[in-house]
């Protein structure tokens, strides 16, 4: 009878242990935004692909955090991390989140910013070149600031927005302007499949992505420097592609 008892509290203190365990680690929303600077591929909900989801997932099973995704348009996701709504990203350096958030050291990943143009247009290696030019950008993007340069109306860029990636370089195919700005991932993916003769880029910038977490989160400084030590023991690289460690 006795070891029935024993038997009885040490469930209990395993359950309550457990439960002590999960109040102390609240679960995470990792916001990320509903466009992909990655690829153009569709998940399995029809969502753009996000390989950073991956890399969460490796990150938080290895930090013992439980957390979910939750894909924003580009503003609320920006609200979502002010107001600690959301407690995680992985993003390129925004000033708007440097007073809320914490920023790892070093870039858990990186994408280039590229300009796509055919030979015979003179190359583009800073946003200053792009003054006066025709230039075709996809619609939602911002481009880590650069569209609010080229819609200042003193820069003097004829823009034409495409709603996709192909769409983009369909026109550039058509001569419907002399440039287009996108990211190295969707690009390439689109020129793979429909190539176009003589097409050239110049990278306009090398953008560095890192991990962004909310000081609200519960010992935010702590869970930071895990999260930092776990991702330099990833091979983030392959998790991006697909098939990580």
């Not at 569209?147 to 026109?171: C, E, I, Q, R």
Request: charged content about 20%; proline content about 6%; some cysteine.
């Amino acid at each position: 009878y006795r070891r029935m008892i024993l038997r009885g509290l040490a469930a209990v203190l395993v359950l309550v242990s457990a439960a002590a365990t999960a109040a102390a680690t609240p679960e995470i929303e990792y916001a990320y935004p509903d466009q992909s600077v990655w690829t153009i591929r569709l998940d399995q909900r029809g969502e753009p692909d996000n390989p950073l989801l991956r890399l969460a997932a490796a990150l938080f099973a290895k930090a013992g955090i439980p957390w979910h995704g939750q894909s924003y348009p580009a503003s609320r996701m920006f609200e979502s991390l002010r107001d600690g709504r959301s407690q995680f990203s992985m993003l390129v350096q925004a000033p708007s989140l440097q007073e809320c958030c914490l920023w790892s050291k070093d870039p858990v990943a990186s994408t280039e910013l590229r300009v796509y143009r055919t030979a015979d247009q003179p190359p583009i290696t800073r946003k200053e070149d792009l003054a006066g030019k025709n230039v075709i950008v996809i619609r939602g993007y911002s481009y880590a600031g650069l569209a609010n340069f080229l819609k200042d109306p003193a820069n003097k860029v004829a823009l034409t927005v495409a709603a996709t990636h192909s769409g983009a370089f369909a026109m550039l195919d058509r001569d419907r302007a002399d440039y287009v700005i996108d990211y190295a991932g969707p690009a390439s993916e689109v020129l793979a499949d429909r190539p176009i003769s003589g097409a050239v880029h110049d990278t306009l910038s090398r953008l560095d992505v890192h991990l962004v977490l909310s000081k609200t989160y519960p010992n935010a400084s702590r869970v930071m420097a895990d999260l930092e030590a776990i991702a330099a023991t990833l091979d983030v690289e392959a998790i991006l592609q697909g098939a990580g460690r």
